[in-house]
């Protein structure tokens, strides 16, 4: 097969975390994962890849490269930039002389869907380089085999998820907030926070129907979003992980509207009206917790492109 040139020989792809707003965890599947009900929103907090074509482009997978200058996280086939990579590889997509540089900037374990939002960049930056022309249905499906969070990245800023992850609705947030977000310096895994959620909870969870009913009639404002802040995960972390309560509480106490655990931990966030306000409970948290990190960030965009010099120039 004649691998097609790829269009540009460089290209910048911000990847954007999320936060959950509202996190539903419904009854357990067949397939073992559960359904969920989420009402998820990206942050101006960013993870950073760049694609480079070092060379001619032949078929298969041999020649790429993923480099991660801070370290801390495999580079190897479990990180989900080479699984989405091999994905398109394994249908004979040529990225053969590839540099994939993945500068991090969420942290890892968070809760704040970090490395499916690597993930979804890669599939949406790979697309745009290679000039396959997939569908974004298409991608969407091959991204939620890589991880329940990464199908909402398409659809990013605010959506609503369902299913196991991979049903998204797109959802318009009307009006502004900012948010402080406080990683508490470990991380939680995502599997062990759904078995504690077991242990402790005799039936699943419902669907917000209120909130859903509302969506069914357009668009949300903060205002209402904020009446249903809600993590099915948050009492039994605050039971397990006394620092993720100190944290929630420090932030109600410089002012966040309201703060909550976000997706599975380790992150708690804070939602404040105004950004000055947001940067002063910033500036007052940083030094509460002497690991805890601390972010003051507005909402974000979707995964964004931005391209490097076009191959024949
Ligand atoms: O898909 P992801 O890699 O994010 O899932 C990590 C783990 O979280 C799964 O192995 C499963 O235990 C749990 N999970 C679940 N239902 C979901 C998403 C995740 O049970 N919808």
Redesign the pocket.
């Known amino acids: 097969m004649v691998a097609p040139e790829p269009r540009y020989r460089d290209l910048t792809v911000s990847a954007p975390a999320k936060i959950n707003l509202v996190l539903k965890i419904l009854d357990r599947r067949g397939d ?5 009900w989420s009402l998820m929103h990206a942050i101006d907090l960013e993870d950073e890849l760049q694609f480079r074509v070092n060379g001619r482009v032949e078929g298969g997978q041999e020649g790429f490269n993923l480099e991660i200058p801070s370290g801390g996280l495999p580079s190897d086939h479990r990180n989900l930039v080479s699984r989405a990579v091999a994905l398109l590889g394994k249908e004979a997509i040529p990225v053969a002389g590839m540099t994939v540089t993945l500068r991090k900037r969420i942290p890892v374990g968070a809760g704040l869907g970090g490395g ?1 939002s690597d993930a979804a960049a890669t599939l949406i930056g790979l697309n745009h380089l290679l000039g396959t022309r997939r569908s974004t249905a298409d991608l969407m499906a091959m991204g939620a085999d890589l ?3 990464v199908p909402f990245f398409f659809l990013a800023p605010s959506a609503v998820v369902r299913g ?2 991979d049903v998204v609705q797109r959802v318009e947030l009307t009006g502004k907030r900012w948010f402080v977000l406080v990683y508490p310096g470990f991380p939680i895994q ?2 062990s926070a ?1 078995a504690r959620l077991a242990a402790t909870r005799p039936s699943s969870g419902m669907v917000p129907d209120a909130l859903d009913e509302r969506l069914a009639r357009g668009a949300l404002g903060w205002e209402e979003v904020l009446a249903f802040l809600e993590n099915d995960f948050e009492t039994v972390l605050l039971r397990d992980y006394p620092d993720l309560g100190r944290i929630k509480f420090a932030l109600l106490d410089a002012g966040a509207e309201q703060a909550l655990v976000s997706g599975s931990g380790s992150t708690v966030f804070g939602v404040f009206a105004d950004p000055g306000a947001a940067q002063q409970a910033r500036e007052r948290l940083v030094n509460q917790g002497p690991s805890w990190h601390v972010f003051a960030v507005g909402s974000g965009s979707g995964v964004r492109l931005s391209e490097g010099v076009a191959t024949g120039e």
């Not at 073992?32 to 969920?36: A, K, R, V």
């Open positions: 073992g994962y559960h359904n969920l499916s991880g329940s969070d196991r992850g995502t599997s759904y």
